[in-house]
């Protein structure tokens, strides 16, 4: 019955998110992985060990994180299965509920799509630099409407997608497992000399767990927008990520606009290939429509949920 599960998980989300008055009193689950990974981090990633080492360590940093989420959601949901019998389900949706950000997605695109119909470009580049990584400040319009639009699709996989996939396939021990290995690819799985070697194992650990939802991901997006699928097929496999790729083409074809290309993090020009194509330049309207696709793609699996959970 974890069908159910997901969802109840999946409306508890969509109602109430992670409301903030429970974030500032107790943080986000999310937020333990954090300092485990940090601490583990400090330790264990030292430049006076080699790479070899270091790679070593990042493998056995993925080992603990798999143990202690999925070890600790298999207790969890054992002990609510043996203590509460049939009456566990909404427990156990409760605990998966945090995995998920079908709402907390949506409230940080909106602002941007906000700001922008406003003209108050500055408000724009704030708000869509606390959803992506790459440098905002000399953004014009379209490179805000571009960056928070790519967010919007590649977030869709992990942040409602793959946790969704793990929490059907494994349960508890599958969504926080997922998050876990997902935290660990966005603080260390990176290419710069300090991260390369150590987070080596997080970056395969989170490609492999995101290579069955970023395909369904695409799917759904062209599937709830209405086509794209020509730009899905030809463009995916452009993205630098063997994962990302995939609804951000997905994205890109339905809305009729080019994504990706060009951009800097940290000061470093990054000469990315574009995704899609389209002749007018990305804009609010364009974060509205997406955020309509996106909202249907999550009723989508809604349906999914529900039926499957009616039918057994």
């Known amino acids: 019955?974890?069908?159910?599960?997901?969802?109840?998980?999946?409306?508890?989300?969509?109602?109430?998110?992670?409301?903030?008055?429970?974030?500032?009193?107790?943080?986000?689950?999310v937020g333990i992985f954090a300092r485990i990974i940090a601490a583990l981090e400090r330790r264990?990633?030292?430049?006076?060990?080699?790479?070899?080492q270091r790679r070593m360590a990042g493998a056995f940093t993925v080992l603990i994180l798999l143990?202690?989420?999925?070890?600790?959601?298999?207790?969890?949901?054992?002990?609510?299965?043996?203590?509460?019998?049939?009456?566990?389900?909404?427990?156990?949706?409760?605990?998966?509920?945090?995995?998920?950000a079908q709402r907390s997605l949506y409230d940080h695109v909106r602002p941007v799509a906000?700001?922008?119909?406003?003209?108050?470009?500055?408000?724009?580049?704030?708000?869509?630099?606390?959803?992506?990584?790459?440098?905002?400040?000399?953004?014009?319009?379209?490179g805000v409407a571009r960056a928070a639009i790519e967010s919007l699709a590649e977030s869709f996989c992990d942040g409602v997608v793959a946790p969704l996939f793990w929490l059907l396939l494994l349960g508890l021990p599958g969504i926080w497992a997922y998050k876990a290995i997902n935290t660990a690819d966005s603080m260390i799985g990176h290419r710069e000399e300090r991260w390369h070697a150590y987070g080596w194992a997080a970056a395969r650990s989170d490609d492999a767990m995101?290579?069955?939802p970023a395909?369904?991901?695409?799917l759904l997006i062209c599937l709830c927008g209405g086509g794209g699928w020509r730009i899905l097929w030809r463009d995916a496999s452009r993205h630098a990520s063997p994962n990302a790729g995939w609804p951000e083409a997905a994205m890109a074809g339905v809305l009729g606009l080019r994504l990706a290309g060009p951009i800097a993090y940290d000061g470093?020009?990054?000469?990315?290939?574009?995704?899609?194509?389209g002749s007018h330049l990305a804009r609010a309207e364009d974060i509205q429509r997406g955020l309509t696709i996106y909202a249907r793609a999550c009723l989508c699996l809604w349906f999914v949920e529900g039926s499957v959970a009616w039918a057994l």
């Not at 599960?5 to 989300?13: E, H, I, K």
């Not at 264990?44 to 070899?52: L, M």
């Open 268 to 277: 470093i020009f990054s000469d990315k290939p574009w995704i899609g194509e």
């Open 215 to 218: 395909r369904l991901s695409g």
């Open 44 to 52: 264990w990633n030292v430049p006076s060990r080699s790479n070899g």
């Open 1 to 29: 019955m974890i069908d159910l599960t997901a969802f109840l998980a999946s409306v508890l989300d969509a109602a109430v998110g992670w409301p903030q008055p429970l974030y500032r009193r107790i943080g986000h689950p």
């Open 210 to 212: 995101n290579l069955v």
């Open 114 to 142: 906000d700001a922008l119909e406003r003209q108050d470009l500055p408000a724009a580049r704030v708000a869509v630099g606390m959803i992506v990584g790459r440098d905002t400040t000399a953004l014009d319009e379209a």
């Open 67 to 100: 143990g202690v989420t999925g070890g600790a959601g298999w207790v969890l949901q054992s002990l609510l299965v043996a203590i509460a019998g049939p009456w566990a389900l909404p427990l156990i949706a409760v605990l998966a509920w945090p995995g998920l």
